[in-house]
């Protein structure tokens, strides 16, 4: 409140009380007194309709940022179901001719071979070209990259996937003091509990990832999009394998800081390992699972990831000698009899293809509910035909780039890694 509004209002009561408390006040006086209140309430009710003009004002604007919000939040919210492999339906196709949306790369060799609708075509859709020869590619040529992606790399599917970053790192706070409950507040007037956390801070470089794929131009113009669907899935899984070997294992020298060589770093805690005993291997997931709730985390969010030998041997152990007590899974019906397991006791299991084989053997339980990954510029595509000997021999070269980051440094050292060893 604005507190001009209660001095007035003090003012006020004042001069009113004044007046009521003296009976015998001189006409003159009183007459004052009556002016002050009027010119007084005047006065208030000029700054309470100002104050009311703005809060209608800064509501409005909340409005709008709410508004702002929700588009945001809605751009998000689909590009989210894009990386995570949901499909949408697609809007009607742009196309001039022969070329549309899913034949893009087609188009962009026609352009450079002087073909009119192909130009028109690469003109009209979303999407331009520079003196380098960039171009950004459609909306649904793109999904059908992040797609592949996804598939390529698990990682996408089970972290915060951050987007759109303009700079060259991004720089990670995280707390380094742990959390404690709250006191009791004691008697009326005491202090309040004062309690003090410190901030440690990572950064998240972003590096670019690269591959050229060499396509013969005959085969772009005859194969009916065929041979640019083989470029897109070849590009996007191989970008989406080094980026799941960079959450891994990436060294944090010019390249991102991945799990295990952070864990080596930082993480070589025995409260942060659980290590394989006399036991079925579930069990020793289940005592990684205990000590992590121990210390605060929700089994909702956690997720264990392995190399796929690691989970098919978990999948299908046996009891005993020669499987003489039955599976482990499934003692009575047997584990090939259902489905594989895709959970235990409540936790995802996920399978790495690109695990690192020095960790075989080796499991990483994991709390995702912070841990983010970053994307600049999701994808550039540049068409050369004259680098080299692609002008000679007719072909056509496509670069796909992208720019990542990651570190796994705030959540090794935080304890949200859990290191199950010899699985």
């Known amino acids: 409140m604005n507190p001009r509004i209660e001095e007035l209002q003090g003012e006020i009561r004042q001069i009113a009380k004044e007046i009521v408390e003296t009976p015998d006040m001189d006409p003159d006086t009183q007459a004052k007194h009556e002016e002050a209140i009027a ?7 000029s700054i309470m309709s100002e104050d009311r003009q703005k809060a209608t004002e ?56 002087g073909d009119t609708d192909a130009q028109e075509f690469v003109k009209g859709v979303l999407g331009t070209s520079d003196a380098t020869g960039q171009a950004i590619v459609p909306n649904n040529f793109v999904a059908g990259l992040v797609d592949q992606l996804s598939l390529a790399n698990p990682y996408r599917d089970l972290f915060d996937v951050v987007t759109g970053v303009r700079g060259a790192a991004v720089d990670i706070p ?62 996007a899984k191989s970008i989406g394998m080094l980026e799941a070997t960079f959450i891994t294992n990436g060294s944090g020298s010019s390249q991102p800081l991945g799990f295990f060589p952070a864990l080596a770093a930082f993480g070589q805690v025995a409260a942060f390992i659980t290590t394989l005993s006399s036991e079925p291997r579930l069990a020793t997931i289940a005592r990684g699972i205990a000590a992590m709730e121990a210390r605060g ?42 489905p594989p397991i895709t959970s235990a006791w409540g936790v995802p299991l996920r399978v790495d293809p690109n695990w690192p084989s020095a960790q075989s053997g080796t499991g990483l339980l994991i709390d995702r509910s912070d841990v983010q990954m970053f994307v600049g510029q999701d994808y550039r595509i540049d068409v050369s035909g004259e680098a080299g000997t692609r ?12 720019d990542f980051g990651f570190n796994a440094e705030p959540y090794v050292r935080t304890g949200k890694v859990q290191k199950i060893v010899g699985i």
Not at 306 to 333: F, M, R
Not at 391 to 402: P, S
């Open 391 to 402: 002008w000679d021999q007719n072909i056509t070269g496509f670069r796909a780039e992208e």
């Open 297 to 338: 985390a929700n089994r909702a969010n956690l997720v264990f990831v392995c190399n796929p030998t690691d989970y098919w041997e978990t999948a299908s152990e046996g009891l005993g000698t020669s499987y003489a007590g039955g599976w482990a899974v499934d003692p009575a019906g047997g584990a090939a009899a259902n």
């Open 58 to 113: 800064a509501k409005i604007a909340m409005l709008e940022d709410r508004v702002k919000a929700y588009a945001r939040d809605s751009a998000r919210t689909k590009a989210s179901a894009i990386l995570a492999g949901v499909s949408a339906d697609k809007a009607p196709l742009k196309s001039v001719g022969q070329y549309n949306e899913d034949n893009f790369l087609k188009a962009l060799v026609g352009r450079r071979n």
């Open 174 to 235: 995280y707390s380094v003091t742990g959390i404690t409950a709250a006191l009791l507040q004691g008697a009326f007037g005491s202090n309040k509990d004062i309690r003090d956390f410190s901030f440690n801070q990572a950064t998240a470089t972003l590096y670019t990832i690269a591959q050229i794929a060499d396509v013969g131009n005959q085969l772009l113009r005859q194969s009916e999009g065929a041979a640019e669907r083989t470029v897109r899935n070849r590009l």
């Open 39 to 45: 010119a007084k309430s005047a006065e208030l009710e």
